[in-house]
């Protein structure tokens, strides 16, 4: 079937479209030129999305509802008002799970997920989903009538300006939620941080349970800062509280793809493998010789984080 | 709130630390061997476990659905003190997709009567399509409050930590709801011995897709086909050393052959 008509679940952070969004809406109007961006708010970042391909923007005003419910059920008025979407798109997240989530339900559509390419090859729309940490690529294709829900992966496309107009926004009105929008947002707790985004650096050194305890974390911390880089952390030690979820490199965290990455006292658990096979230079060191993560090392250390890295921060120092 | 009921959705998965395979005829998952209870499942059941034991009463029931009868994960929740389990094993549902997983699932909660609180993981170890949850929440009218990492119960209602990407938020939620917990919510306890034996007595009723009357199921009902399946291109795997005490040079050498430092 043609992609006449696409839609794409667009974020904000800070007043500006989130990185993912941009990617998402530059892969949109190579598929279809009648690209709508559907955004919780009033819909102020209407000239960025145009800029990027969005020929619509549907403006969502969410109040303290969570985005999934709000949003899905706002998105099915407008569905069943007439202007029904072949493809919508989400980025691999929070609430683009949620609200892909919701809508699958109220449109009896299925969804996929995780996905890092699409194509319309004419008699069918098919993504392109890694598994197994990567190491093997599935194409499905959707069967029957759309509109067909994918979510993708961040950094799956390169976001580049169209140079296209302000969209036009229309707002659109949550419907009565009853009993499914009794949850309410109240209160927002950002944690901070320093340096470059996590997502965005050159450089990120991560750090795993090979360091052992918490306080070794500060190692990590140290030569990210010395390289100007950013600090990650394997799910690992997330979950044992060590770091905020927001230092998380991997399936359920962060993409990233730096120049280089340097993983200390990281196994390279599929979880984490995803999340930075895509760094053009990896630096691994572990003490297991056997551990995953040296298979995608262009450098491996078998040595102890607790030696090696103070040497590095001392060498660093020094110059 | 004196009596708190809740149902926890548990998947039982191949040893995620055995290399995963596909079913060379359909391109699945393979599931055929033994399964084991979802590690981000045990959080699910843990966090019950606790909601129940504050309330001062109730119970953990567990819903499944897995091939050939499977109950070893099953069992292993319940000898962490779950009450009981519903599940749903059915050649026909080879191939569903999460959509039709979650309008099973939903159906087995009704099948119990429902719940106070329905709780699921972020997203399973095997598939991670990270939908489930959410689905079954708008397939039962329920609210829904997903990537909770810390939550309690005060006066009838559900305080949560949701995770962002930016920190958390504060949410509150009306019961009965439903939620998906992160891994590190809660610290799973360890099955006892007496725990592990009193499990093997506790009732797990079994049921077809047809009992639920969900239809369609399996490729039938699935939006979806599996149409090329290709190996990814390795990564070649570079230098390895042994620390000699003086590699962290070769470190220092390879960024200042990037040009970073």
């Known amino acids: 079937m043609a992609l006449n008509n696409i839609w794409v679940f667009a ?28 955004i919780a708010g009033s819909g102020a970042e209407a000239a960025v999305l145009g800029e990027y391909g969005a020929t619509a923007v549907l403006a969502v005003e969410i109040g303290k509802s969570l985005p999934g419910v709000a949003i899905a059920s706002a998105l099915k008025s407008v569905i069943d008002g007439g202007n029904t979407p072949d493809l919508i798109m989400f980025p691999q997240n929070t609430e683009g799970r949620d609200i892909m989530s919701r809508l699958s339900v109220k449109l009896d559509k299925t969804v996929l997920t995780n996905n890092i390419d699409i194509a319309d090859s004419g008699d069918g729309v098919t993504v392109q989903t890694p598994i197994f940490g990567g190491n093997t690529l599935v194409s499905t294709t959707f069967t029957g009538a759309g509109p067909y829900l994918a ?70 911390e140290e030569l990210a800062t010395l390289l100007k880089g950013a600090p990650g952390a394997s799910r690992a030690i997330v979950d044992a509280g060590w770091v905020p979820y927001s230092y998380q490199v991997g399936q359920t965290g962060k993409v990233v793809k730096p120049t280089i990455y340097i993983a200390a006292g990281i196994s390279g658990a599929t979880q984490h493998m995803v999340g930075m096979k895509g760094s053009k230079n990896i630096i691994a060191i572990n003490k297991d010789k056997e551990a995953p993560i040296f298979g995608v090392a262009d450098l491996g250390i078998v040595g102890d984080v607790h030696k090696v890295l103070p040497q590095i921060i001392a060498a660093l120092k020094a110059r | 709130m004196s009596l708190m009921n809740v149902i926890v959705c548990v998947k039982q998965i191949p040893d995620p630390a055995a290399p995963g395979a596909l079913d060379g005829a359909t391109n699945t998952l393979k599931r055929d061997g033994k399964l084991i209870l979802d590690d981000s499942d045990a959080y699910g059941v843990e966090m019950a476990l606790q909601l129940v034991d504050k309330a001062g009463g109730g119970e953990v029931a567990l819903i499944s659905m897995a091939p050939n009868g499977e109950t070893a994960g099953l069992r292993t929740a319940l000898a962490m003190g779950a009450a009981k389990g519903v599940l749903i094993s059915d050649p026909a549902l080879q191939g569903s997709d999460a959509l039709t997983t979650a309008k099973i699932l939903a159906a087995a909660v009704q099948r119990l009567g429902g719940a106070d609180l329905i709780i699921g993981a972020t997203e399973s170890s095997d598939g991670y399509t990270g939908t489930v949850p959410e689905q079954m929440a708008e397939l039962l009218g329920l609210p829904s409050v997903t990537f909770a990492k810390k939550v309690s119960v005060e006066g009838g209602a559900l305080k949560v930590d949701r995770q962002t990407e930016a920190g958390y938020d504060e949410v509150t939620c009306a019961l009965p709801a439903l939620i998906s917990v992160t891994a590190g919510v809660v610290e799973p306890r360890y099955p006892s011995f007496k725990g592990i034996m009193a499990a093997k007595s506790k009732p797990v009723e079994e049921v077809t897709a047809a009992d639920l009357n969900v239809t369609p199921v399996g490729w039938a009902g699935a939006g979806q086909k599996i149409s090329n399946v290709t190996q990814a291109e390795a990564r070649q795997a570079g230098e390895v050393i042994e620390d000699d005490g003086e590699t962290f040079g070769k470190i220092v050498g390879f960024l200042e052959n990037l040009k970073v430092i």
């Open chain 1, 151 to 220: 979510a993708f992966r961040p950094k799956s496309f390169a976001a580049e300006s169209a140079g296209g107009a302000a969209a036009a926004v229309t707002a659109v009105a949550v419907p009565d939620l009853g009993a499914t929008g009794s949850a309410q947002v109240v209160a927002v707790h950002v944690e901070e941080t320093t340096g470059p985004k996590l997502d965005e650096a050159n450089i990120v050194v991560a750090g795993g349970r090979g360091l052992g305890e918490a306080s070794s974390y500060a190692m990590v």
């Open chain 1, 11 to 38: 974020q904000a952070a800070n007043g500006a479209p989130t990185s993912a969004t941009l990617e998402l809406l530059t892969k949109a109007r190579s598929l279809s030129s009648n690209v709508t961006a559907f």
